[in-house]
């Protein structure tokens, strides 16, 4: 079996891609003075964007935009070292890093940011589009759509405060018949917003019903800072659909690289070349998984990270033979060595049943 790398070279299918689309989506993108190499960015997913799986997804894409998972600024003002470390903690491969903040005071999202600043972030985002009830009833997260002049005076308050660039994300609007996405959009520029980031749902439909990508297909007509389109991509096609109906900049993935964290990779591959990259394997998603586990390890100690990834077994063994069934064992087992063991069965079954 050749590594994942070797196998992603071979190509499985050549679709030409020449639309301008695509061509415009595998150019450059710019932030404020940070130059993204790419027009693919991962989006935070809070318990999830952390050091291990950023390093994944560095592993395949060099060059998209990373995201850490939201960081409160309250928490972050508390100064409980041991507590914000896990999410604050990054390696240098993984410029260029956006770290998310959240928070609805703007002198403690400014603090909070020149911390982060001061830390090596490239860029500080802010989270606008956060819909948890918890969130939303602190003023926080997509609360702000519902307090515009707030929300611009955080992003006012971060730009005097960090020499980065400062970007946002947001939904469409809080419910269906409240969707400000367009004056929000306009208002965060004014504020000096570098770039922003619009999940095509409002708050109301949380996660739910699919990402309206053609909703924001005007944007680019109103905001001349760089705009990603985010929600439901989840291969090389959509990415490459979400990008013509939206007609943004770029793209932001968050859901779609668990199990797979090659996609950022396969979709800029695709963008640019018009080849698809064939997806890997499970023997392939297995070692990937290992050197998850082995990362979340080193990260948070034995303990804590065997509960900790458990929520990522379903997404790496996902369509195999028997997989609920590998899911409830793995799932309730916390010795990392019968882990290892289930997951070298799965391996041997599936390459013995090729
Ligand atoms: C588990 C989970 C955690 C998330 N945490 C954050 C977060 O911390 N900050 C944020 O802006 N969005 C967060 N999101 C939203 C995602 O960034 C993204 O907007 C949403 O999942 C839609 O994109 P997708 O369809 O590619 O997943 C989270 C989503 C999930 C599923």
Redesign the pocket.
Known sequence: MGSLTQNARRCVTRTPCTTSTCKAASDNIKIGNVEIKSCLAL??????TDMPLRQLVRKFSKNCLLTT??ISSEMLMQNRPDEHEKITVFKNNEYPLAF?I?GHKPFMMAKAAKILADKGASIIDI?M??PVKKVVSGGDGSALMRTPQLAADIVKAVKDTVDIPVTV?FRLGYTASEQNFMEFASLMQSAGADAMTI?C?TRSQM?SGN?DWGAIAQIKKEIRVPVFA????VSPETAKECLEKAGTDGI?????VLGQPDLIYRIEHYLSTGEILPEPDIVQKIELLKEHISDEIKLRGEKVAMQFVRKFYPYYIRGIRDAAIYRGRLVTETDFNRVMEILDLIAKTETAAI
């Open positions: 989006a935070p997913m809070a318990g999830i998972e939201m998310q959240s989270n589009g956060c994300k999940h749902r996660y990402a985010n929600g439901d991509i932001a993935v968050a859901r779609g």
